[in-house]
């Protein structure tokens, strides 16, 4: 009984890693085609958010490839408990990464990309800068707000004030 609810709940973590593997291949592939259509729009990030995003994309890259290899070899030798942590890796760090890149910030001259949204800058209205590494701003009647926690600020603040 236990072992069948651990496959369930490995089955379970595999949807949750194809979702979430989904999601992250949705937003890189907006970000090159916002950027072949917009040559201008380049990453707004902060020296620390260009080590912090590199760090995790290798971190990234690693755990899924290794939590699938691992998930394969215990498939394929027996082993339930490599196959379980395996798939638990993949989806845990697919998760951390896809939500750290839904908060990625691209600016460009006339448009501003956050995740897989494009924004006009002429048409936000609000905006505020919190203390705690937020920016909230309403941009076709609905409050929005995104961490920026790595953007740099001062070129944010630079061509949204101007």
């Known amino acids: 009984m236990q072992d069948t609810l651990l496959d369930m709940l490995a089955v379970l973590m595999l949807v949750v890693t194809l ?20 040559k201008e729009l380049k990453f707004c990030l902060s020296r620390n ?3 912090c995003y590199g760090f995790l ?14 998930a394969i070899y215990g498939i394929i ?8 942590n395996g798939l638990n890796a993949a ?6 990464y896809a939500y750290m890149l839904s908060s990625i910030l691209l600016l460009g001259k006339k448009h501003m990309m956050v ?8 048409k936000l209205k609000k905006v505020n800068f919190t203390y705690d590494n937020k920016m909230t701003f309403v941009y076709m ?3 929005y707000n995104f961490s920026t926690r790595f953007a740099d600020k001062t070129a944010l603040r630079k061509v949204i004030f101007k």
């Open 19 to 38: 979702w979430f593997t989904y999601t992250i291949l949705n937003i890189i592939v907006t970000i090159f085609k916002c950027r072949q259509k917009d």
């Open 49 to 51: 958010g260009y080590i």
């Open 57 to 70: 994309t290798i971190l990234y890259l690693v755990c899924f490839f290794g939590g699938i290899g691992a």
């Open 77 to 84: 030798h027996g082993y339930s408990g490599w196959y379980r």
């Open 91 to 96: 989806a845990l760090m697919s998760l951390a």
């Open 115 to 122: 995740g897989r949204m494009v924004i006009d800058y002429r």
């Open 141 to 143: 009647q609905k409050d």
